[in-house]
């Protein structure tokens, strides 16, 4: 889900009143409000210089408020999340010591947007919530209309990121009813104007109506807004990935190509989702060079991006720990609770961490054994033997010792058989039976069954299963760009109807759950690519 910067252009610096005489402070403050009212300016340096200055030595909290939110805006401007993250958290602290229902509403707005950023949906919400509660303290009016439109903007990508794709599609066209009533046509208004209709195109691609996504997004793209260039990228991606649907694959590979080759973009998360999209389109043309070719571009960069995100989210839960902490400290809890506390986490980390540790050396070592058995081709026997779970379609077997005997001849006839029905993968079929089986072995059902039970060591359904399981296995560490594939068509590709009975089965065949055998799998496949290298 791509997520677009929540209240992004939101900074108005109060006119300095001019002074008699010129000091230091005031042209500090003259500077910062050229920065502030340069939406488009790249000089990083000057605004962060300039407005901590202000943060530091203004009277005013609403200078205060805008600096270090005009900070945290150029932090992720230039995609340093973490850093946002803790000016937006100083910017609340000045809001909430104002007590100034708008300040307060835009500083909880923007952290909610940061947190849907990191698709943190849970720590987003309660944020959102408490943003609407401060925007309904507000006189109808353009920054009533404002606010609330960037506010049913959030829900809805709160709901993206939940796959409440109708929801969603909802809060989108609500966020534009309440843009279309402001009567002041600035800039801002403008570039949220423009996200609405991108996101209600979004919206619809993922509702797979491609005609109203391209609609809207194409409206979306035709408005033009210098101040704000960044959103044209996520357009064209979206753009691209509509083309992708609708099967016009070189329409999308010209789109994509067209925005990475602009050398304004410089987007690295939406620039990985783009060399994915890229990579599908070529290998759909028959096209394998460059599907290499953006398959490696899309890995490479993928470690950097979860590398960034990760910091980000340390940092968001951090900052917030810390504000929590001082909330407490400022109710006059004793610093004794505090010691307890900060304890009780320190163990709960150290517990955890030992966990987690423990937990993935034993599944390293699940994993290894599974890939031994994969070279001798040794078949994977249940970890639990159950049928609780089954996807092979469920018949009455005949008993496991039958009180009659099977000729050799017969026997032997039926094992080979089912040796061919293995090397051919005929167990792929997902409404295979056991009946159906015996009529295409051209035997009967009991026969058959008792020579899965003697030679198998399994029923029917668990000898199947695991046949489906070792397949999968082997083509996801055989076939690298199986490690990107998504866990649904894995299940499909070997024999299962159900994503969730693929991975309930899977878990119970080898002892681990599918992800983790695809991130085990993906260590391997980038250790053996730096090796080559």
Not at 68 to 91: C, D
Not at 187 to 203: A, V
Not at 430 to 439: D, G, N, P, Q
Not at 481 to 500: P, W
């Amino acid at each position: 889900m791509r997520a677009i910067k929540f209240f992004s252009a939101l900074f108005v610096l109060l006119l300095l009143h001019p002074m008699a005489a010129q000091t230091k402070l005031q042209k500090e403050l003259d500077s910062l409000e050229t920065a502030l009212h340069s939406y488009d300016n790249t000089d990083t340096t000057r605004i962060f210089k300039t407005a901590a200055y202000l943060a530091k030595h203004s009277n005013s909290a609403r200078q205060k408020f805008e600096a270090l939110e005009k900070i945290a805006e150029t932090y992720s401007r230039i995609n340093n999340t973490n850093q946002s993250i803790a000016y937006l958290f100083q910017a609340k602290e000045v809001a909430e010591q104002s007590g100034d229902a708008q300040m307060m509403a835009q500083a909880y707005g923007s952290i909610a947007n940061e947190y849907s950023y990191l698709n943190l949906t849970e720590k987003a919400r309660p944020y959102l919530k408490r943003a609407i509660e401060q925007i309904e303290r507000l006189p109808n009016g353009d920054k009533r209309h404002r606010l609330k439109g960037l506010s049913y903007l959030e829900l809805g990508n709160l709901d993206m990121n939940d796959k409440r794709f109708v929801e969603a599609n909802k809060n989108y066209k609500l966020s534009l009813q309440q843009l279309k009533l402001i009567q002041k046509r600035d800039d801002k208004n403008l570039y949220h104007y423009r996200r609405s209709l991108y996101n209600i195109g979004n919206s619809y691609y993922y509702l797979k109506q491609p005609d109203s996504a391209e609609f809207y997004l194409g409206k979306s793209l035709k408005i033009k807004d210098v101040k704000s260039p960044d959103l044209k990228y996520f357009i064209y991606s979206s753009l691209a990935e509509v083309y992708t649907l609708r099967g016009r694959h070189q329409q999308a590979i010209d789109t994509l190509e067209a925005a990475l080759n602009d050398p304004g973009f410089d987007n690295k998360s939406l620039k990985m989702e783009m060399y994915l999209n890229l990579a599908r389109n070529y290998k759909s043309i028959g096209d394998k060079t460059k599907y290499s070719l953006y398959n490696e571009k899309h890995l490479s960069l993928r470690d950097t991006v979860e590398s960034h995100e990760r910091k980000a989210i340390n940092t968001a839960f951090n900052v917030e720990q810390q504000d929590i902490s001082e909330d407490a400290l400022a109710s006059k809890q004793t610093s004794r609770w505090l010691a307890y506390a900060v304890f009780v986490v320190v163990l709960l980390s150290i517990g955890t961490i030992f966990y987690l540790n423990r937990k993935k050396k034993r599944e390293h070592a699940i994993y290894l054994s599974i890939i031994e058995k994969l070279k001798s081709r040794v078949e994977m026997p249940l970890q639990t033997k159950t049928e609780a779970e089954t996807e092979v379609e469920s018949e009455n077997e005949p008993d496991a010792k039958p009180n009659y005997s099977i000729p050799t001849l017969v026997e032997d006839e039926i094992l080979g058989k089912l040796q061919k029905f293995e090397e051919n993968e005929e167990f792929r079929n997902s409404k295979l039976t056991l009946s159906m089986l015996a009529v295409s072995l051209q035997t009967n059902p009991a026969y058959l069954s008792a020579v899965i039970k003697t030679h198998k060591d399994n029923n029917f359904n668990s000898y199947i299963n695991e046949l489906r399981i070792g397949y999968i296995c082997r083509k996801i560490h055989d076939n690298r760009e199986y490690v990107n594939y998504k866990i649904s068509y894995l299940a499909e590709d070997c024999g299962f109807t159900s994503h969730s009975t693929f991975s309930t089965i899977f878990k119970k065949v080898t002892g681990i759950s599918p992800s983790v055998f695809l991130s085990e799998e993906e260590k391997r496949h980038n250790s053996d690519w730096k090796n080559a290298v």
